[in-house]
């Protein structure tokens, strides 16, 4: 009898005995999931194409099927936008994650320091009454001193390289712009308004003061106006031409307010006297 049920355990355990192994490519392997970057270290402004690669059991790689969601763990470094643009906007380090299908990423990328970084900027001077544009007018640009000029031509076009950062904007040494101007954001728009006279206007971009993309949705008030930047992020307001100094000269603020952002408050002096570019730069809480 114990023979007999011998032979029946050995026969349970060897069922499978005989049964083929997996072999080939596939064998041991999970699909897994890999942020690409062609560059592990890049300059401050600099920027670069991430994207994920989905390897199967196969082995063999593509893209994934659905939509990837991009993080960074230091947007003060290392910004990424949608479509996985990643933009060094200062020196440091930062893991980037990729959620996608499923499945999470991280890789670690670095930025290096660059010294004297600057910005070709380019817009258009036009008339602030008319909107006509102001050709052959010299433009002076700088950050301490003004001593970056350029000419406009007959469309009133201008181009300019500017060292990155707060610079100012002259017309015959008389400021008429605040610029924010940074390394790594989109396409800047340097559009600027002359010939105001006795009018009194403010205008410019808001702008996220990490990834530097235009605010859209922000409630820019002053001079007891409002108005709410559209998708460039761009506002104007213009608060009428009667010179009046004597009911013009309380302490004026300009104040921007997002729900996602910080709330922005400038002190814009005794009063708002002329028309004036200030660009604004909104931080997250």
């Known amino acids: 009898m114990h023979a007999k049920w011998g032979l029946v355990v050995a026969a349970l355990f060897c069922a499978g005995c005989d049964d083929p192994k997996p072999t080939g490519p596939s064998a041991g392997r999970d699909t897994r999931i890999t942020v690409i970057a062609p560059h592990p ?20 790689g593509h893209p994934p099927v659905g939509p990837t969601v991009w993080r960074s763990s230091n947007e ?11 933009v060094a906007l200062a020196a440091g380090q930062a893991t980037i994650s990729a959620d996608a ?3 999470t990423a991280d890789i670690t990328l670095r930025v290096e320091p660059q010294a004297g970084a600057s910005r070709g900027i380019q817009g258009r001077l036009t008339d602030f009454a008319t909107g006509a544009p102001m050709g ?26 500017v060292p990155a950062g707060r610079v100012s904007a002259a017309i015959d040494g008389q400021v ?11 396409a800047f ?21 990490q990834s530097f993309q235009p605010v ?31 009911n013009n000269s309380s302490t004026t603020f300009m104040r921007i307010a997002h729900p996602a952002y910080r709330e922005f408050s400038r002190v814009l002096g005794r009063g708002i006297h002329g028309v004036s570019r200030i660009d604004a730069e909104l931080l997250r809480p």
């Open 41 to 60: 270290t890049i300059a401050v402004g600099g920027s670069q194409q991430l994207s994920v690669v989905i390897t199967g059991p196969d082995g063999v």
């Open 76 to 86: 003060a470094v290392y910004a990424v936008w949608n479509g996985g643009v990643a």
């Open 101 to 103: 299908d499923g499945r």
């Open 136 to 161: 052959g007018v010299t433009l002076s640009f700088g950050v301490d001193a003004l001593d970056l000029r350029t000419t406009t031509d007959g469309s009133g076009t201008f181009a300019i390289d």
């Open 176 to 186: 008429l712009a605040d610029l924010a101007v940074r390394v790594g954001g989109p």
């Open 189 to 209: 728009r340097g559009d600027l308004l002359g010939n105001g006279g006795t009018c009194d206007s403010r205008y410019g971009v808001v702008t996220d003061a």
């Open 216 to 246: 859209a949705g922000a409630t820019v008030s002053l001079g007891g106006r409002s108005m709410v930047t559209g998708a460039d992020g761009w506002y104007r307001i213009d608060l009428g031409c009667v010179y009046d100094p004597f």
